[in-house]
């Protein structure tokens, strides 16, 4: 089993209690693991399984077609598929957690008769099961100590990849090879795959926010971005790290470098229980304002930049995001139009709790499609020393990225292994 009984009976216990201050005693909840997915025209061939992560955490299995059913009178119940022969011939088995037949499931609906059956693994905008659903999501954003081990250990993995690209980052080297080294370490380190695909970029490309790897050479002067992780059992890291070419930073990137990293640092010094997140991102926000102002870049004061989304410009997205069972963890209530706060959309917009994971990845890019945009350039007029702004775009951007526990003595920095 990945995590042990006591954390999975805990896992249970709290959100029954938290689902019982909604529920009524004929409601039933279901939480289904899903159905794996055929290749289209592939016969006998199935996409890799990921059990839903809701699923996975209420039940610590990763088995598909499983359900977990939790009803006032009957608590919670597991139902789950017997390992099969065919299994048994083709995989060696599997690992089946205890729990009733899955074939006894459809009776036991049947039989209790529910006036309401909410299932949380199917989206859905209605209002009584957003309130089931944000109920049990509000526990399962809370870590336990075995979900923050595995990911300080996840930390430990992508680690060796950022190690080896301490000495394999030089002028001469792709993109793709800096992407390949990294993943070769992470892979023979222990991970079991890739949260996301690895971002790398070099030069201007390093101001693209998803940078896919390419062939271009890094040329000596410039930095490469990277932002790639770790994953076992669909828990991850989500890190970004900054290369120089040839190991040294130079001025030039100093300047952008300790800018960001003072944001970070910052914006990681609020995450403590009670904290808005908003103010997290507009910490960063306006952080790297008065570095652009101190640049002669910007030509507005920080509140100006802030008021006017002037930053957005230089930092267009969000300080961060939940992450842990994926790279997208549940992040916040159901926000379907999310707000902007200083020109960039939170999808998180809600109250930092004990033992929420957060990133914390400010970024400052000089993006030519924003840059040369002409509605941009409209828009943000003479708050920006446009020319100046040009100088800077064969540089790129510069991102930093950790993932921080929300705890009340203090963030906690899982991913704080990774050398900055
Ligand atoms: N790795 C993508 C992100 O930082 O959200
Ligand atoms: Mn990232
Ligand atoms: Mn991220």
Not at 191 to 197: G, I, L, N, R, V
């Given at each position: 089993m990945i995590f042990s009984s006591v954390a999975i009976t805990e896992r249970k216990r709290r959100t029954a209690l938290a689902l019982n201050t909604v529920l009524k005693e004929e409601d039933t909840i279901i939480v289904y693991s899903g159905t794996p997915i055929q290749k289209?025209?592939?016969?006998?061939q199935n996409y890799y399984f990921l059990p839903h992560p809701d699923y996975f955490w209420i039940s610590g299995s990763r088995r598909p077609y499983g359900v977990s059913a939790y009803s006032k009178t009957d608590g919670w119940i597991d139902f789950v598929l017997p390992v099969t022969r065919e299994e048994r011939i083709w995989e060696g088995g599997a690992t089946v957690i205890p729990?009733?037949?899955?074939?006894e499931f459809s009776s036991w609906l049947e039989k209790r008769n529910a006036k309401r059956v909410f299932n949380l693994t199917q989206e859905s905008d209605e209002v009584e099961w957003l309130q089931m659903k944000e109920t049990f999501s509000r526990e399962r954003r809370r870590k336990d100590a075995e979900e923050v081990e595995l990911v300080r250990r996840l930390a430990g993995i992508a680690n060796a990849g950022y190690q080896k690209l301490k000495?394999?980052?030089?002028?001469?080297?792709s993109e793709r090879q800096i992407q390949l080294d990294y993943e070769t370490a992470v892979l023979y380190a222990g991970?079991?795959?890739?949260?996301?695909?690895s971002i790398v970029g070099t030069?201007?490309?390093?101001?693209?926010?998803h940078a896919i790897p390419t062939a271009r050479i890094v040329k000596e002067g410039e930095h490469v971005l990277i932002d790639a992780g770790a994953d076992l059992h669909d828990y991850c890291v989500d890190i970004t790290r900054i290369f120089p070419a040839n190991g040294q930073r130079s001025e030039r990137l100093k300047s952008i470098y300790d800018l960001v990293l003072k944001a970070q640092l910052e914006s990681i010094a609020m995450?403590?229980?009670?904290?808005?997140w908003k103010e997290v991102h507009l910490k960063s926000a306006r952080v790297m304002a008065q570095g652009l102002i101190d640049l002669g870049?910007?030509?507005?004061?920080v509140e100006e930049a802030i008021q006017n989304n002037t930053i957005s410009v230089f930092f267009?997205?969000?300080v961060g995001h939940m992450v842990g069972l994926?790279?997208?963890?549940?992040?916040?209530?159901?926000?379907?139009?999310p707000k902007k706060y200083a020109g960039a959309r939170l999808r998180v917009d809600m109250s930092l709790e004990e033992n929420h994971l957060m990133t914390i990845e400010p970024g400052l890019y000089f993006i030519e499609a924003l840059i040369h945009d002409a509605e941009t350039r409209r828009t943000f007029g003479d708050q920006v020393n446009w020319p100046e702004a040009e100088k800077w775009l064969d540089f790129g951007g510069v991102r930093i990225e950790d993932d921080i526990l929300v705890t009340s003595r203090g963030p906690d920095n899982l991913t704080s292994v990774v050398e900055k």
């Open positions: 289209p025209g592939g016969h006998d729990g009733k037949d899955l074939a000495t394999s980052v030089r002028p001469g080297i991970s079991e795959k890739f949260p996301y695909d030069g201007s490309n390093s101001a693209t926010l995450c403590v229980p009670g904290t808005s870049i910007l030509k507005v004061s267009p997205h969000g994926r790279v997208r963890d549940v992040g916040g209530p159901y926000n379907p139009q």
